[in-house]
């Protein structure tokens, strides 16, 4: 079973060098895809280094996640956020969960790095958030490349895409949460925390309410 892990990227000079570091330590058939929308630092050129294939689209996650699914050639497409890591085993333990057929695809547990009080307060949170039916991609969602391609793969969503993925996956099959935790950055709560809470609450609350994600865009900017 081969895994495409795809990491949609924008300006990540600071992060990609340690998250393809990190991946090509994993054991397994697998490859790894950069879909980049069009970074103005260093990004391009620190993956090339790396001897990683990357590919230019537009910018915007869920089209640039889309785009690197087109080229991949894997049974399994894994979604990895650029300043997330994987846990050691990443890759097995997928391809054990997927010898059930039920499963159409899953994610991780995650734990928010740093020794902050936010950071703490953010890996509780976080599975609380299963409860509203929500799933983040940094969370580093799979799913089988039969399933997502019958789905349609992402929706060109500005934000709440992969929440989007998550609802129609478990409408044709089995989602599952592996207990291993990946890793990911709390970079965007540090120094504002209550403020980035809020507004992403605010945000949560109104998706859970069908307000279009096209709409909740103008919100999002301050939150990047």
Not at 9 to 19: F, G, Q, R, S, Y
Not at 127 to 155: N, W
Request: aromatic share 10%; net charge positive; with cysteine.
């Amino acid at each position: 079973m081969k895994i495409s892990i795809i990491i949609p990227t924008l300006n990540e000079a600071t992060t990609i060098n340690k998250v393809i570091a990190s991946l090509q330590e994993l054991t397994g058939e697998f490859e790894i895809i950069v879909a980049d929308g069009g970074s103005t630092d260093d990004t391009i050129g620190l993956v090339r280094n790396c001897g990683v294939r990357t590919i230019e689209t537009e910018r915007g996650r869920g089209r640039q996640m889309n785009a690197g699914a087109q080229t991949a050639s894997g049974d399994v497409l894994l979604f990895l956020h650029a300043d997330t890591r994987l846990p050691d085993g990443a890759l097995a333990m997928i391809e054990n969960l997927l010898q059930n057929e039920r499963v159409c695809g899953g994610n991780f547990s995650l734990v928010f790095d740093g020794g902050t009080r936010e950071a703490r307060l953010l890996t509780r949170i976080y599975p609380l958030l299963r409860l509203g039916g929500m799933c983040y991609g940094d969370s580093a969602l799979f799913v089988r490349r039969s399933v997502f391609d019958r789905l349609g793969g992402y929706r060109n969503y500005p934000i709440f895409e992969d929440c989007d993925l998550y609802r129609r996956m478990r409408r044709v099959g089995k989602f599952v949460r592996l207990p291993a935790a990946a890793v990911t950055s709390s970079r965007r709560f540090e120094g504002r925390f209550v403020r980035t809470f809020a507004l992403w609450t605010i945000m949560q609350v109104l998706y859970w309410l069908r307000v279009n994600p096209n709409r909740l865009e103008r919100w999002y900017k301050p939150l990047r």
